[in-house]
Antibody, heavy 116, light 112 residues
Framework: EVQLVESGGGLVQRGGSLRLSCAAS????????MNWVRQAPGKGLEWVSY????????LYADSVKGRFTISRDNAKYSMYLEMNYLSDEDTAVYYC?????????WGQGTLVTVSS | QSVLTQPPSLSGAPGQRVTISCTGS?????????VHWYQQLPGTAPKLLIY???KRPSGVPDRFSGSKFGTSASLAITGLQAGDEAHYYC????????????FGGGTKLTVL
């Protein structure tokens, strides 16, 4: 069974940093591109970042470029999102999602709350 | 504002057919990128409903169907049920954003 489990969310001060993790199981992780998608409270889905299966292609939304860093460790079946200089606008549930054609599997999400 | 435009809300009675539109431009849907649709029930993660414009993942009822024409796409739901009440999002890619993934703003479907 395909599973994606996010962790690392929590309460962080404005300007602070946080590292999210996404643990994958039940499929050949190294064969799939992965994404981070976030959803602010009461808002729609916002794509955050993409990483190809071999990490050769990495993309970021303009809203996080220069502040967030995506990475993956295929040997550990894990993906990460390093988030720096966090602002109120980064408060959201962060989902990791697998991408073959569309985002076919999603984790349950981890909540990041940025507070002053 | 979202790159892909969806109506914010829609409603229908049980048994009815509803259609949710997703309007893009020549740099995303019109450029030939595939459109995918997601259903998000309250308090849960999104679920892939339609991929590659018209295909249904295993387990998705054939009451759900997708189409794409020009710079737009649509999700149709027939035989509306109470359990279909959810937010629906379209998703594609945009060449002006280096092929990055883009979402529609979402449509809240209410079953009357």
């Amino acid at each position: 069974e395909v599973q994606l489990v996010e962790s690392g969310g929590g309460l962080v001060q404005r300007g602070g940093s946080l590292r999210l993790s996404c643990a994958a199981s039940g499929f050949a992780f190294s064969g799939y591109a992965m994404n981070w998608v976030r959803q602010a409270p009461g808002k729609g889905l916002e794509w955050v970042s993409y990483i190809s299966s071999s990490s050769s292609t990495i993309l970021y939304a303009d809203s996080v470029k220069g502040r967030f860093t995506i990475s993956r460790d295929n040997a550990k079946y894990s993906m990460y999102l390093e988030m720096n200089y966090l602002s109120d606008e980064d408060t959201a549930v962060y989902y990791c999602a697998r991408e073959p054609n569309g985002l076919d599997y999603w984790g349950q999400g981890t909540l990041v709350t940025v507070s002053s | 504002q979202s790159v892909l435009t969806q109506p914010p809300s829609l409603s229908g009675a049980p048994g009815q057919r509803v259609t949710i539109s997703c309007t893009g431009s020549s740099s995303n849907i019109g450029a030939g990128y595939d459109v995918h649709w997601y259903q998000q029930l309250p308090g849960t993660a999104p679920k892939l409903l339609i991929y590659d414009n018209t295909k249904r993942p295993s387990g998705v009822p054939d009451r759900f169907s997708g189409s794409k024409f020009g710079t737009s796409a649509s999700l149709a739901i027939t035989g509306l049920q109470a359990g279909d009440e959810a937010h629906y999002y379209c998703q594609s890619y945009d060449s002006s954003l280096s092929g990055s993934l883009v979402f529609g703003g979402g449509t809240k479907l209410t079953v009357l």
